[in-house]
């Protein structure tokens, strides 16, 4: 499986931001779900959701501070790259 993400430095945290389908934050339930699952990918760093495709433009979802943070960022500033891993 291939997702498209960034690994982002602020104030000393590392953590990863990968852009998701708006729907896989529909809920709360969902969403920490699917946290969970990229979490393999990026081991030992909080996660944030970029949700893509939704009508107000991207959304997020994760540690609070974070996600914050990134709702302040472009998103065309940050540098994505793919990430490949095996589903479990």
Do not use: C
């Amino acid at each position: 499986m291939q997702v498209v993400g960034s690994i982002v430095e602020e104030q000393g945290i590392n953590f990863a931001v990968v852009q998701v389908h708006a729907y896989m934050v529909g809920n709360a339930e969902e969403a920490e779900e699917t946290i969970r699952a990229y979490t393999r990918l990026f081991p030992g760093m909080p996660v944030v959701l970029m949700a893509v495709g939704g009508k107000t433009g991207p959304t997020y979802w994760g540690r609070p501070d974070l996600a914050t943070f990134m709702a302040r960022q472009r998103p065309s500033a940050i540098t994505w790259q793919k990430f490949s891993f095996a589903r479990a």
